[in-house]
């Protein structure tokens, strides 16, 4: 036994040592997991606005209160549009001024960004999933939690309220960077920035137009040289 513990114990010290500890560039690293929320509905952008919503009157209310324009893009995606709206409409109810002219008004500016990345990118969901200790009792494979429930059918439950949280379908190559700006001629007021994932189906909701196929090429010309 001895034997066989030093010999691992070399071995490592071995493989240790072959190990550079320089390289030409940083090596590749996986961030930790992280959650990003996938639009795939209207009502699903009316949440986003809510969230915005919030954390601009959060820094509002750092300064004397001035009225708001929404600055709207002058070509607006259904997506842009249906934002600069939403917004509009959040901000009235929650009592703030939203004014009709940019003169004497803090300007709201909404910048999208949509990005097209590589298809197929790889996905690890089942990172977190519950597993079952026993009758009633789950747990996550990663975190020490647990959740008891009383029978068979709650735990069934409970495992499909789990697996919900996670859109179903591949990685979507498409997302969306969704910047607001709070500013006047001097200065920046709030600001925030998000990503989310966008259904690729739903792309040109967000400015992305596709090319469209190319017909195959039926015929071929070709050039004769020379006599007949």
């Known amino acids: 036994m001895a034997l066989k513990t030093a010999t691992a114990l070399v071995a490592g010290i071995l493989l240790a040592g072959c190990a550079s500890r320089y390289t030409p560039t940083p090596l ?3 961030f930790p997991v992280a959650k990003q929320a996938k639009l795939q509905a209207a009502g699903h952008w009316g949440v986003i606005v809510d969230d915005i ?4 009157v959060a820094e509002l209310k750092k300064s004397p209160p001035r009225p708001v324009f929404i600055a709207e893009a002058r ?7 249906a934002l600069a709206t939403q917004l509009t409409t959040s901000l009235v109810n929650d009592g703030h001024t939203v004014s009709r002219s940019p003169a004497g008004s803090l300007r709201v500016d909404l910048d999208v960004q949509a990005l097209t990345f590589a298809a197929d990118r790889p996905q690890y969901r089942n990172h977190g999933q519950l ?3 026993g009758a009633g009792i789950w747990t996550t494979r990663d975190t020490p939690v647990k959740l008891e429930v009383a029978s068979s059918g709650g735990a069934l439950d409970t495992r499909d309220t789990w697996n919900a949280q996670f859109a179903p379908g591949e990685t979507p190559k498409t997302e969306v960077i969704v910047t607001v700006s709070v500013s006047d001629q001097y200065r920046y007021v709030a600001r925030n920035t998000s990503a989310y994932y966008v259904a690729d189906t739903d792309r040109m909701l967000y400015g992305i137009i596709d090319p469209l196929p190319q017909e195959p090429q039926l015929t071929r010309i070709f050039k004769v040289r020379g006599d007949m």
């Open 131 to 133: 597993a079952s200790l």
């Open 75 to 81: 070509d607006p995606t259904p997506f842009q549009r």
């Open 28 to 30: 590749p690293a996986n």
């Open 53 to 56: 919503e919030k954390r601009i």
